[in-house]
């Protein structure tokens, strides 16, 4: 049996951000995160899992670089696969036993702040999971690999329960809304810098857990709330209420970062310059617009409505000019020609060149899904093709 399957997988931005952990090794986190999943016809991570009795030793390539297994998290991923397949016996023990080849690549920058590491863990955890035939809910086990990566095994809106128990049971993803309930929601991610972020999210999690006080107050005493009115204002499609908290939130996840002590700081003065635009032009509108939310990194992720999106992209690239002729990367986005009133009004003036590397235009999209073209990342003799995603 030599099947091959390969599965791409999206990534998310959360709009209730999860920071901290109760369990560094489970990783559990300390309170209920929401993302929006984003369309992988834009972005995703593809992958590319075999397993042959032939193979001596598990083996992984990652965008085209050969890397080790002995990663404690992938080790987690596939011994959680195995025993999950085994009490389902879903596979024949013999399977079981075999060495597994994957191969997986981004088509976006990695460790940017931009959630490769979410989209390649469910992407791994997906693709395992259909070759040993788990019929089981598998967000559990992507959670092992990377916390953000149990809300990229669902399309549309995702919740992630924090849960209680300390087996980590309960700590599950589930869908707040599917892909089709709120198709015009929109999202434009500002690309300010694709170096790799200098504090990994890790780090400052277990720093932010151990020194900040602002991190406790929040989990106890602002996201639940915040999290029940996020899930509401999804299910009414209430854009005004949506854009409001997804800014708290992120706001709050940062200051939580310099309350952190050490302070680390994922913000630059551009997305600061961001932040202040998009306030800026929603008080002109008189309406929300525009959200913006960053991870950790200096990178905006604007969500917005389809109708929007003309506007606001020429008002980007008015203030943030750009010497590159492929600025918008993803989905069409026509430009329009904006009032120079409302121009006048905006509390930031038209910048120097090129702070803003490019933008990419996605949606709302779905979960993970197999690729039944035949484009796989290996070959036949499960050995990493050149192919590159998308
Ligand atoms: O899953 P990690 O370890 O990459 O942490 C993700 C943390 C944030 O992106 C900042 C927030 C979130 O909920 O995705």
């Not at 913006?292 to 203030?319: M, Q, R, W």
């Amino acid at each position: 049996m030599n099947k091959i399957v390969t599965v791409v997988a999206p990534v998310n931005i959360a709009v209730i951000k999860y920071w901290g952990k109760r369990d560094e090794e489970l990783i559990l986190p300390i309170n209920d995160s929401v993302s929006a999943t984003l369309d992988t016809s834009v972005m995703c991570a593809k992958t590319s899992v075999t397993a042959r009795p032939e193979f001596t030793e598990d083996e992984i390539w990652l965008n085209g670089k050969k890397e080790s297994f002995f990663n404690k998290r992938l080790q987690n991923c596939l011994r959680e696969i195995k025993l999950r397949a085994s009490d389902e016996k879903s596979v024949d023990e013999n399977f079981l036993s075999w060495k597994v080849h994957v191969c997986s690549e981004n088509n976006f920058p990695t460790a940017a702040g931009l959630a490769s590491s979410a989209a390649g863990y469910a992407c791994l955890v997906s693709a395992l999971a259909k070759l040993y035939k788990l019929k089981s809910d598998v967000s559990s086990i992507a959670r092992l690999g990377s916390g953000s990566a149990c809300r990229s095994v669902y399309g549309g809106f995702v919740r992630w329960h924090a849960g209680e128990k300390p087996d980590g049971s309960d700590s599950v993803a589930s869908q707040v809304a599917d892909s089709s309930h709120w198709p015009d929601m929109h999202a434009l991610i500002l690309v300010v810098g694709e170096a790799k972020k200098k504090t990994s999210s890790t780090k400052g999690m277990n720093i932010s857990w151990q020194t900040s006080e602002l991190l406790k107050y929040r989990a106890q005493h602002i996201v639940p709330q915040r999290t029940e009115e996020i899930c509401k204002a999804i299910k009414e499609k209430n854009f005004a209420k949506f854009a409001e908290i997804t800014m708290k939130d992120s706001n709050q996840f940062h200051a939580v970062c310099l309350d952190s002590y050490p302070p680390f700081v994922y913000l630059t003065s551009v997305s600061h310059m961001i932040i202040d635009l998009i306030h800026s032009y929603n008080d002109i509108c008189g309406e929300m617009k525009v959200a913006y939310t960053f991870d950790a990194g200096p990178n905006a992720c604007l969500y917005l409505l389809e109708k929007d999106v003309p506007a606001v992209v020429s008002v980007i690239k008015h203030i943030f000019p750009s010497s590159s002729h492929a600025f918008i990367k993803g989905l069409e986005s026509e430009t329009v020609t904006i009032d120079a009133a409302l121009i006048s009004k905006l509390a930031i003036e038209p910048q120097a060149k090129d702070l803003i590397k490019y933008v990419i235009h996605t949606k709302v999209g779905e979960g993970p899904t197999e690729v039944v073209d035949g484009s796989h990342l290996l070959n036949q003799d499960g050995l990493p093709n050149n192919l590159v995603c998308l």
